[in-house]
């Protein structure tokens, strides 16, 4: 069994910071890359940051130059750092691992059960 437990949101004013953090456990042969969803109430989730194993992100555009994502892959743990935060960044965020779980094994996606960020103007 794989399960991602995805934490640090919370309610924070605009122009403020949070840090998401999301560990992987259970029994893993590799993580590929690993992300960061969100998902606004009356629309469809959408991607904010993914990280490759080898380091090489990608953001939305909408984020770029305010959130940072890392990994610390001996802990399988990614990381969000979110800055200058927005009322527009108000969602349920989720973390996401693209994970194969013993050699030879197909890679599948794991979710986190999704973490509230709330930014008030």
């Known amino acids: 069994q794989v399960q991602l437990v995805d934490s640090g949101g919370g309610l924070v004013q605009a122009g403020g910071s949070l840090r998401l953090s999301c560990a992987a456990s259970?029994?893993?042969?590799?993580?590929?890359?690993m992300g960061w969803y969100r998902q606004a109430p009356g629309k469809q989730r959408e991607l904010v940051a993914v990280?490759?194993?080898?380091?090489?992100?990608n953001y939305a555009d909408s984020v770029k130059g305010r959130f940072t994502i890392s990994r610390d892959n001996a802990k399988n743990t990614v990381y969000l750092q979110m800055n200058s935060l927005k009322p527009e960044d108000t969602a349920v965020y989720y973390c996401?691992?693209?994970?194969?779980?013993?050699?030879?094994?197909?890679?599948?996606?794991?979710w986190g059960q999704g973490t509230q960020v709330t930014v008030s103007s």
């Open positions: 990280i490759t194993s080898g380091g090489a992100t």
């Open positions: 996401n691992a693209d994970i194969r779980r013993y050699i030879g094994y197909p890679r599948r996606d794991y």
């Open positions: 259970g029994t893993i042969f590799r993580i590929n890359d």
